[in-house]
């Protein structure tokens, strides 16, 4: 009953893998491949072993298939040197495998061209429907690329030399006695090999040099230990919150009022009412400016998980100079009223057990993802805040946390001298 795949070389020539003539070995395969139920998957119109001067194209690499309901035979036509094609065999199955996931990559100057060609005479009306256009646009100049061992990280430019060879082996494909174009093809296929090894040492190097001096802290071993076990991952903890709710005795109105509790609390305070009875500050209540607001896009943190309107820092980072303005007048118009867009008071709550702690209600920490456009806006007022502290020497001197340019070794170097 098990699913069988047998695949490789075998060099034997039968008509039936579009050879013109059987030798005894062909024959013996086929009828093998017959008497025990295999199927050939090989497409014998799409050649796997490419010829020369002196002989055709020919398919000695064959796949052959027994007990699969759901089986795809697939020529990458990618032979990386070699004189045989690279072939891929899909099998659907029952059991889960685990994936390495995929990489999405955006061309961000289409996106910002696409997206000023597509800008509204007055302004933004609704931050809603601009943040639905802006979501449409990275969608539409997003390609989603599947990421493998040889290949764990991917970029625009690998993208392009990938896209480059696929191209110039299809015009080969029609041209086999051009040699000029499989030069190319060759050259290419050079630099998309050294470019892609080079990028994996980078991200490695790069991700090593960032927990250069941060054994002591406990995300650096959060790190060391899920490359060691990568079955604590996201997924794992989504697993433990489904469990938890299996376990729960009780309706599932009683479960959300329990989350509730433990988030929130049983009391409510009342809304803070009170208006400011200060001397106006024209530095502090000054409009906007636009390059307070590409401050603010500077200071984002990229890998920082989007709210409920699903738009990313990668996006915001990305927006064109035509974007940005817009954006500046909007925040304008409400910090001018002193109002802030509903979409940005909401929060989704995502629950994470707490490690080590048993798997309990009490022990899962509730975790606010808001608006990335809302935190911007934050920022923006923020800096803006600090900025005018640190220019007046509002903080006090001894206050060390939370300050730019501060660090606790500044605290130990006034405690030695």
Known sequence: NN????????????????????????????AAAENTDCNLLTDSDTPTRIGNSISTDTCPDLTFIRGAEQAVWENLLEYLGSDHYILK????????????????????????????????????????????MLKEKQRKYTK?????????????????????????????????YNRKLKLKIAEVTAKAEEYAAQLARQNW??????????????????????????????????????????????????????????????THPAAYAERYRGSENDTLDRPITREEVYA??????????????????????????????????????????ETVPEEWKH???????????????????PISLTSCLGKLYERVVTLRLQQYMEDNELYPHTMFG?????????VLLQIKE
């Open 3 to 30: 699913t069988l795949i047998i695949l490789g070389d075998f060099n034997a020539m039968d008509k039936s893998w579009g050879y013109q003539t059987a030798n005894p070995k062909g024959k013996a395969l086929a």
């Open 296 to 337: 603010a896009i500077r200071n984002t943190t990229r890998n920082t998980a989007a709210g409920a309107d699903k738009i990313s820092n990668a996006l915001i980072r990305n927006l064109s100079d035509k974007l940005v303005e817009e954006l500046t007048d909007f925040l304008n118009k409400h910090w001018e009223v």
């Open 205 to 266: 190097q790069q991700f090593s040099d960032s927990l250069n001096g941060t054994l002591s802290t406990s995300r650096t071993w959060h790190i060391l230990k899920a490359l060691i076990d990568p079955t604590k991952t996201k997924a794992e903890n989504n697993k433990a919150i489904n469990r938890l709710i299996h376990q729960f005795k009780g309706s599932d109105s009683a479960l959300l009022e329990k989350v509730c509790v433990k988030c929130f609390g049983d």
């Open 89 to 132: 065999t899909q099998v659907t199955s029952d059991r889960l495998k685990r994936q390495l996931g995929s990489a999405k990559i955006t061309d961000w100057s289409a996106f910002r061209e696409a997206c000023d060609g597509n800008l509204a005479a007055n302004g933004i009306q609704s931050i809603e429907e601009w943040g639905n």
């Open 144 to 176: 989603e690329i599947a990421r493998t061992t040889q290949t764990p990280e991917v970029d625009a430019r690998l993208l392009k030399l990938w896209e480059a060879r696929r191209g110039l082996t299809k015009r080969w494909k029609k041209q086999k």
């Open 402 to 410: 939370f300050r730019a340019k501060l660090s606790t070794q500044d």
């Open 347 to 365: 929060a989704e709550i995502v629950m994470i057990p707490k490690p080590g702690k048993k798997l309990q209600i009490e022990n899962l920490r």
